[in-house]
């Protein structure tokens, strides 16, 4: 007979306790939540069945705890495996600790066969906060393969940090940790093209966060997930991560910058699963949110959405929708409204117009944007850039023998662009 594959020990207590199905696992792991007064914790059978896999991810702290109250086992007698657990070296073992591991993390000093974490000062917070802050800063300029390695590199050190540290202490590291693996994940996703890879780190950010008990950030860090299946047009994951996202969002004083972001994330996932109507809506709601204002500040951290960067978000929809004159108007008027700063969200812009004049006829407009757009990225690179810049050429197939779009091709195939492009 063949041998079972997937997570043998979580299906028989599944099946022991009752549950014939994994929806009804689901069902119930839910309900339990509530009964234990866990708010917001929803499982489903999506999630189920990544447990029940041959691989299955280590569950959230919340999801851990419902899991060992409702099945009565611990986790390693439920088959999976503490990211700490393993001495066997592994490739990406930083990405593989558990932020909120305790003695078992690192940062331990073995003192007579038992370990002992070295308490750290106050003010190893404020030192780390400002690393962080610098990262932070330095995306906006320094080439992604360069500053990637230091994040991971500050968010191993935070990890280490956490067991050394208590109280306040402790949760303010736990916040700035969750922010450096935000700020990696948004790297791999954007400018490195790994979405896999962004969904481990994002998960890192999350429990981080949760470390910190920051709902606003695990709100951001959760609408960023959502980018992940929007971009792939998986529509029911998209939404079910922007429900958690909000959720978690009215848990804490939201300014309304932030609430008009998420409007607006909301609306880039549904434009690229093809429901353009549905983003518009959300894009004037998100509008009509910034008008009206309210009274909280928008979080340090957030540093990547404007009502320029709005006004991007609603051209490329136009743009998509077909609305070719409307998307002319918003791209150029959010091109005017940038910041000389915001390099990266320039290359996006251009390559819009040029996806605009394509589709309009304009096969010489629509180089000329295109190679403002390479220009950028020869300073910065940003793969979401390269991404518009190929769909413009793509779309330009009919006017490849024109004198301007071989001359677009001699800049997009140029050595150091073809390099660039081909390793990522």
Known sequence: MPRPTGNVRLKSARVAAGFNSQQDLADALTESAREL???GLSVGVRQVRRWE????????????????????????ALGFTPPWGSDAPQPNHTRRMLVTGGAAALGMA??????????QPATAALDFEAVTRSHRRLYWSVAPTTLHPAVMAHAALGCALLPETSDSTRGRIAASLAEAYLLAGRIEFFDLREPSTANDTFLLALQA??????????????????????WVGDRDAAQERMTAARTYARRAPASAEFLAWLDAVEAECETRCSNTRTALHLIGHAEDILKTGNDQPSPEWMDWFSPARL??????????AGHLPQARETLLCALDAMSPGEDKQHTVVYGDLAAVEAASGNPEKA????????????????ATGMDRVREVRRALAPHQHERCVRDLDDRLYDWSTTVSALSR
């Open 53 to 76: 896999s041959d691989n299955p991810p280590w569950p959230q702290p919340d999801c851990q705890r419902v899991l060992v109250h409702l099945l009565g086992q611990s986790m390693e």
């Open 209 to 230: 966060a949760s470390e910190a008990d920051d709902a606003l950030l695990g709100s951001a860090i959760i609408a960023h997930m959502a980018f992940i299946p929007g």
């Open 367 to 382: 180089c000329e944007y295109a190679s403002q757009a390479l220009d950028q990225l020869a300073v910065t690179w940003y």
């Open 110 to 119: 073995v003192v007579s066969g038992r370990a002992v974490a070295t308490p």
């Open 311 to 320: 006004a991007a978000f609603k051209g490329n929809t136009q743009l998509i």
């Open 37 to 39: 007064g866990i708010r």
